[in-house]
DNA sequence: ACCTGTTTTAAAATCATTCTAAACTATTGA
DNA sequence: TCAATAGTTTAGAATGATTTTAAAACAGGT
């Protein structure tokens, strides 16, 4: 492993498993995405913290980025909003809550939801996956 | 009930109790709208309909149309896709699949999906709708 | 028929996202 | 070490869905 191994630790070998050159925008997204816990951001929000972590990364590459780990199984698309993409950390079975004021998503925790009964698919397809949004907002009390 | 009202029935009425004016544009969408049963459709899809139906209407009615009807509760806007929304004429609670090779809407019907735990809802907020979406394909076979 | 506020419309604007093509860079193997 | 090469980044243009603008058309009431 080379300076650039070194000093980006986990990221660099995650690009390198998937074929992807690890070059330095690759990597500094790779940080800030996955060195933070879960997360759900836009490709926007994305730019802003690179930005604030004062690398330079053009908007283009952000979503080449962003489609390319999606592509790969690191992110998840996930869709709430007409016009706008969510992009999550979190690649495991889940489902979520979207906070309409906020425009927040957050995970509901594994238990917290269950469906009791899947539906059949429709004759000559099947399930490639079932998205949960439960959409709150704050209560009026 | 005036000539409009005798030639287009149940839409007038509507149109009228929302305290929308029942234009010709207005009245001929809600015709294709809703004399046809349940329907899931995206703006262009409802122009080309009216353009086969020989109405002219500009886009941007259609979409101040299908959007004050969405506001006024005939139709409820439903996202799977980045960039496109479509309008759904059933406004009864009910969820979809969603076939993403014809990118169309299709109503799971009453009983055949169920959810088992409903999550509590974060500190201060309250669920304002749950949408969910199984995503199917052609079966591989 | 006329007035007045509403609606429709063509055209421009907006916004997220993708594309293009040129400049840059990581990798490899002399 | 270095040049060659393929992969990557980027600014800027393009795209596509939707909204806005402002002017013309229209509906409902008089
Ligand atoms: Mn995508
Ligand atoms: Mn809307
Ligand atoms: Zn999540
Ligand atoms: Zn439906």
Redesign the pocket.
């Known amino acids: 492993m ?1 300076s ?1 191994g070194r000093r980006y630790g986990r990221a660099y070998e995650i690009l ?1 498993e998937a074929g ?7 990597l500094g997204l790779a940080r800030l995405l996955f060195e933070n816990g879960d997360r759900h951001v ?3 929000q994305l730019q802003a913290e690179s930005t604030a972590a004062d690398m ?6 952000i ?3 962003l ?1 390319q780990f999606t592509q790969i199984g690191l992110l998840r698309e996930v869709v709430v909003e ?4 969510y992009f999550d950390t979190n690649t495991a079975d889940h489902h979520h809550f979207f906070h309409e004021e906020t425009a927040k998503l957050q995970d509901i925790e594994g238990e917290a939801i269950v469906l009791g009964a899947v539906p059949e698919p429709p004759e000559g397809t099947s399930v490639e996956r079932i998205d949960i949004i439960v959409r709150v907002k704050n209560a009026v009390n």
Not at 20 to 26: A, C, E, M, Y
Request: charged fraction near 25%.
């Open positions: 080379n650039a390198r992807l050159r690890p070059t330095r925008q690759r836009t490709a926007e330079r990364v053009s908007l283009a590459t979503y080449n980025t489609n007409p016009g706008r993409s």
